[in-house]
């Protein structure tokens, strides 16, 4: 009787553990949810066991989940995911919000063009996700023709700084910047961007998927914010959503020198100029 107690329990355990650790099978099955606690290997646990969590577990989490891929579901995010031609958006099974946040950065500098570029293919109404805004922007602005001051302002940033003119190339440059596109100076997307050497993310599946969420996606976090809350809480401690501000979306606003940004404590959304300082967040893909 003891024996077939010690197999019974055993087995127990070994179904608990795959059960608490694993969101990840081998034959690719798993179901994401929302509230799942993602690992650095990309295995999770369930919102349910977030209580449950150790301190290892904690050391090894990435971020949580706020949306769930569907075929048959008929939303913005949905949509957009089934209708792009982009072939790596088509395979996104879930999004996820990652654990820290930078306080008090910008969009675009004052100083650069892109302060006053209307980007109007990462408008809300164009774009549900922002995995593709960089992109767009960088596309946009790279190789552009701009005058002596987009030049002094754009590649270095600084204002005092002392153009330099090319004679060969007949444009003005600066020390640093030697004509060569810096997003530095569109601060919300270099934070994206750096995310994962930042935080020593590069080994993971997702590294480089780290990008600054859509409009959408804040309102997809905050139709779920009890349950993504509820994790966020269990590994982190100064990531309260509701009480943080404005948070800066990757979309541009109708006017040219504006970006959306979102507020967890009103529930809404409005616009405010690039060149503000307000806090941001990263998310990624899960594939």
């Given at each position: 009787?003891?024996?077939?107690?010690?197999r019974?329990?055993?087995l127990?355990?070994?179904?608990?553990v795959s059960?608490?650790?694993s969101?990840?099978?081998?034959?690719?099955?798993w179901?994401y949810?929302?509230?799942?606690?993602v690992?650095?290997?990309g295995?999770c646990?369930?919102?349910s066991?977030?209580?449950?969590?150790?301190e290892?577990?904690?050391?090894?989490a990435?971020?949580?989940?706020?949306?769930?891929?569907n075929?048959g579901?008929?939303?913005?995010?949905t949509s957009y995911i089934?209708?792009s031609?982009?072939?790596?958006v088509?395979?996104i099974k879930?999004?996820?919000?990652?654990?820290?946040h930078?306080?008090l950065t910008?969009?675009?500098?004052m100083s650069?063009?892109?302060y006053?570029?209307?980007?109007?293919e990462?408008?809300?109404?164009?774009?549900?996700?922002?995995?593709?805004?960089?992109?767009?922007?960088y596309n946009?602005?790279?190789?552009?023709a701009l005058?002596?001051d987009?030049?002094?302002?754009?590649f270095?940033?600084t204002?005092?700084?002392?153009?330099?003119?090319d004679?060969?190339d007949?444009w003005?440059?600066?020390?640093?910047?030697?004509?060569?596109?810096?997003q530095?100076?569109?601060?919300v997307f270099?934070?994206?961007n750096?995310?994962?050497?930042e935080?020593?993310?590069?080994?993971?599946?997702?590294?480089g998927?780290?990008?600054i969420?859509?409009?959408?996606?804040?309102?997809?976090?905050?139709?779920?914010?009890?349950?993504?809350?509820?994790?966020?809480?269990?590994?982190?401690?100064?990531?309260?959503l509701?009480?943080?501000?404005r948070?800066?979306?990757s979309?541009q606003?109708?006017?040219?020198?504006?970006?959306?940004?979102?507020?967890?404590s009103t529930?809404?959304?409005?616009s405010a100029?690039?060149?503000?300082?307000?806090?941001?967040?990263?998310a990624?893909?899960?594939y």
């Open positions: 009787m003891k024996r077939y107690f010690l019974f329990f055993s127990f355990i070994l179904l608990l059960v608490f650790v969101c990840k099978e081998e034959d690719d099955d179901s949810k929302v509230g799942d606690i690992f650095l290997d295995t646990i369930r919102y066991d977030r209580n449950s969590i150790t290892d577990q904690k050391a090894a990435v971020g949580v989940i706020y949306y769930v891929y075929s579901k008929s939303d913005d995010i089934r209708q031609e982009n072939s790596d088509r395979k879930a999004l996820a919000i990652t654990l820290k930078q306080r910008s969009w675009a500098r650069t063009t892109g006053k570029t209307d980007f109007t990462i408008k809300a109404s164009e774009l549900k996700i922002g995995t593709e805004a960089w992109s767009v922007i946009a602005l790279n190789g552009k005058s002596k987009d030049y002094l302002y754009e270095d940033g204002p005092d700084a002392e153009p330099l003119y004679n060969e007949g003005y440059i600066t020390e640093r910047g030697n004509g060569i596109f810096e530095s100076n569109y601060p270099y934070y994206a750096s995310y994962a050497e935080n020593s993310l590069s080994d993971i599946s997702f590294a998927g780290f990008h969420p859509s409009l959408a996606e804040f309102e997809k976090i905050a139709d779920n914010i009890k349950t993504v809350q509820g994790s966020l809480d269990a590994v982190v401690s100064d990531m309260s509701a009480s943080l501000g948070f800066w979306t979309n606003a109708d006017d040219a020198s504006s970006a959306d940004v979102y507020n967890f529930g809404s959304s409005s100029s690039k060149s503000t300082e307000t806090q941001a967040v990263t990624f893909a899960l």
